[in-house]
């Protein structure tokens, strides 16, 4: 590897493993707010995937999610249970949609809310002068992941439903 290579790789990693320290951090403080809502780390994935995109097929969830079928179903029987999806048949009798209640997508925003928090708390603690120098820096990683999702497959797009078969030219 070449030099400027190394300082490239060298300044990432530390970059990450900053990241990886916040988000430590971040865990610790949120573990409090987080004791009372009643449902996994697994059911919280399928909620966030659902409130990103809508609606998904329950094959398209598992698949999302890197599980089973049935797992993905009893995933899904939970977060109905608790009011926070919904499952419904597609027009092919054989697919099973679900959706995101309005539960789920307040429950997603409460988390939402506690991150926005917990920044507004640390970016508190940071020096005037500095906060210019973490505003660059975030809008450089914005157009990072702008022009990673650009070049991005389209398929590993998260996409409602509608969207999807439309684009594979099929029908749901």
Do not use: C, W
Not at 3 to 19: G, H, M
Not at 97 to 116: G, K, P, Q, W, Y
Not at 122 to 137: G, N, S, T
């Amino acid at each position: 590897m070449k030099p400027k290579q190394q300082d490239r790789s060298a300044a990432i990693e530390r970059i990450v493993t900053a990241l990886q320290q916040l988000m430590l951090r971040q865990m610790r403080e949120h573990a409090p707010d987080l004791v009372d809502i009643d449902i996994t780390m697994a059911q919280t994935k399928a909620l966030y995937l659902l409130v990103a995109v809508g609606e998904l097929r329950m094959s398209d969830l598992a698949a999302r999610l890197g599980v089973t079928s049935s797992t993905a179903t009893g995933l899904v029987d939970r977060l109905v249970e608790l009011d926070l999806a919904t499952r419904r048949e597609a027009a092919d009798r054989r697919q099973v949609v679900i959706a995101a209640t309005d539960a789920a997508r307040s429950l997603m925003e409460r988390f939402r809310e506690l991150n926005e928090a917990q920044m507004r708390r640390l970016l508190a603690h940071v020096h005037p002068a500095d906060l210019p120098v973490i505003e660059r820096a975030f809008a450089l990683i914005l157009t990072a992941a702008d022009a990673a999702a650009d070049r991005a497959d389209p398929a590993d797009r998260l996409e409602p439903v509608a969207a999807s078969h439309s684009r594979k030219g099929t029908h749901p």
